[in-house]
């Protein structure tokens, strides 16, 4: 079960976080793991686990191309295509931000997943799985938080148009929304992790390894009917207040 046996996976954002942790779980899976990202290193990350690296800034169309060109070439077309890639920006409030930081959030988070839709279907193989990055930001709002939950609902909200248009190929499009997750992005010393303990009914920060999980899931062939869902992984923040938060609360 859930095995991706002869599957090839492209994963932007491969080379930390959630897209390592989901590149290295899918090489276990069997499946042939394209891993995509900026740094100089990812070559060597990718060897340590069996992964082959193309290095490219999927902001840059061109770039993108060449990228899913050269995973097609090196494996054939694509079955499992995670649109990872991505940046955050919170703190600021809506009075206080900027736009320059938000156009460079949605050049990061939103255009540049579009492009890997819009130029990724087209080299994926029919009845293949397409997992969009979102958050659960773009369900569940927080002051500071405008820019980056405005480009995560975004991100549902392409997913479903894309799951809409790709069925016929019968190419599955899901969205995972995890809340807070140990990451480069979410160092310990991050003022979200003190709020996420005291908000999040589990008392504590996802790993990174959980998320892969959710992603293996929406994958395999196993889940072949689940289709255009944004899936929150979040510890059960969404689903209302937990006991900690009432403490507090009360308190």
């Known amino acids: ?9 492209f994963i932007t ?16 899976a ?40 050269g995973a097609v070439e090196e ?19 809506i009075e ?14 939103l255009k540049a997943p579009y492009a890997v839709l819009h130029h990724g279907a087209s080299r994926m193989r029919d009845g293949g799985s397409i997992i969009n990055t979102s958050s659960v930001a773009g369900m569940f709002q927080l002051p500071g938080y405008s820019q ?5 609902s975004a991100i549902i909200s392409l997913t479903k148009s894309a799951a809409l248009e790709l069925a016929p190929r019968n190419i599955r ?14 160092p310990p010393d991050h003022p979200e992790v003190d709020i996420a303990k005291v908000i999040c009914p589990l008392e504590r920060i996802c790993e990174a390894e959980e998320v892969a999980a959710l992603v293996h899931f929406l994958a395999a062939d196993d889940c072949r009917y689940i289709n255009g869902a944004a899936i929150p992984i979040d510890g ?16």
Request: some cysteine; aromatic content about 8%.
């Open 1 to 9: 079960m859930f095995g991706l046996d002869d599957k090839t996976a």
């Open 13 to 28: 954002g491969g080379t930390a976080g959630i897209g390592l942790a989901t590149a290295q779980r899918f090489c276990r």
């Open 30 to 69: 069997g499946a042939r793991v394209v891993i995509v990202g900026r740094r100089g290193e990812g070559k060597e990350i990718a060897a340590q686990f069996g992964a082959h690296f193309i290095q490219a800034d999927v902001t840059d169309e061109q770039q993108l191309l060449e990228a899913l060109d």
């Open 75 to 93: 494996f054939g077309p694509i079955d499992i295509l995670f649109n990872n890639a991505g940046i955050e920006n919170t703190g600021p409030t």
């Open 96 to 109: 206080e931000s900027g736009n320059d930081e938000f156009q460079r959030l949605i050049d990061v988070d």
């Open 148 to 152: 980056y939950s405005a480009v995560k």
């Open 173 to 186: 499009v899901n969205a995972i929304c995890p809340g807070s997750v140990w990451s480069e992005m979410l």
């Open 236 to 251: 059960g923040l969404t689903s209302g207040l937990g006991y900690p938060l009432l403490e507090k609360i009360l308190a």
